[in-house]
């Protein structure tokens, strides 16, 4: 399945501004009806790339490297994964150490289990939980937010420590390792927003809508998927 005018096939792009060693790359969106799916899109378009956009796990599977949207709630998320087999698509990118970069919604459902509408069994990749926010504090988080960065990490090239990031969420995810834990968020207490484990990075703010601290990191992730080439 594609997205707009896209092929169901990998399209094969060469970064605009990454060293590829003469290689060409695909960089597979996972389309699985998430609503921040055209933003993310647009932003990469915007840095030259010309992403595949597909719910096709044969194309996830083929892809140098992936980004995992996500907007919605994590039962009917994890439901349409298994569904189409994204799910295990998803688990053998990581496993194979292939750069992924998860959004939101998307890095919740990483972790083993989610308290959202009960308990939801997730992909288990990160062994963790995801809470709801305490009810003594505004529910959603929503808008602008400071992320303070843990750790020198390429992903945050470029960008201040303590830059402004656009957040949508209500449940927050708390990784067992917290050393997995990148970038931390002010909100009534440290909450995680930023998980990194090898080649994979997962944030829980929108870099799609962050003005140019976004659009930043995701060139970031451009460079860093293009220099395993």
């Known amino acids: 399945m594609a997205y707009g005018a896209c092929e169901p096939h990998a399209v094969y792009l060469e970064w605009a501004g990454v060293e590829t060693g003469g290689k060409r790359q695909v960089l597979a969106v996972i389309n699985y009806g998430a609503g921040n799916l055209r933003s993310v899109t647009n932003a990469l378009t915007r840095l030259g790339c010309r992403p595949t956009i597909t719910a096709d796990p044969r194309d996830i599977l083929r892809a140098d490297s992936v980004v995992f949207p996500g907007v919605g709630a994590a039962a009917d998320t994890m439901r349409h994964l298994a569904r189409s087999g994204l799910d295990d698509a998803i688990r053998a990118v990581i496993q194979e150490g292939r750069p992924l970069l998860a959004v939101c919604l998307g890095m919740q459902?990483?972790?083993?289990?989610?308290?959202?509408?009960?308990?939801?069994?997730?992909?288990?990749?990160?062994?963790?939980?995801?809470?709801?926010?305490?009810?003594?504090?505004?529910?959603?988080?929503?808008?602008?937010?400071?992320?303070?960065?843990?750790?020198?990490?390429?992903?945050?090239?470029?960008?201040?420590?303590?830059?402004?990031?656009?957040?949508?969420?209500?449940?927050?995810?708390?990784?067992?390792?917290?050393?997995?834990?990148?970038?931390?968020?002010?909100?009534?207490?440290p909450i995680c927003s930023v998980i990194i484990k090898d080649n994979l990075v997962a944030t829980q703010f929108h870099p799609e809508k962050s003005g140019e601290s976004g659009l930043m990191m995701y060139e970031n992730y451009l460079r860093m998927a293009g220099s395993r080439v």
């Not at 939801?120 to 529910?139: M, N, Q």
């Not at 303070?148 to 990031?165: R, V, W």
């Not at 209500?170 to 917290?178: G, I, L, N, T």
Request: net charge negative; proline share 7%.
């Open 109 to 189: 459902v990483l972790l083993s289990i989610s308290e959202e509408n009960g308990l939801s069994e997730c992909l288990g990749v990160i062994p963790g939980r995801v809470k709801r926010l305490p009810a003594d504090l505004k529910v959603p988080h929503m808008g602008w937010n400071q992320v303070k960065q843990l750790t020198g990490h390429p992903i945050f090239d470029g960008i201040p420590d303590e830059s402004d990031f656009y957040f949508v969420h209500s449940y927050y995810a708390e990784p067992e390792d917290s050393g997995l834990v990148a970038g931390i968020t002010e909100y009534g207490f």
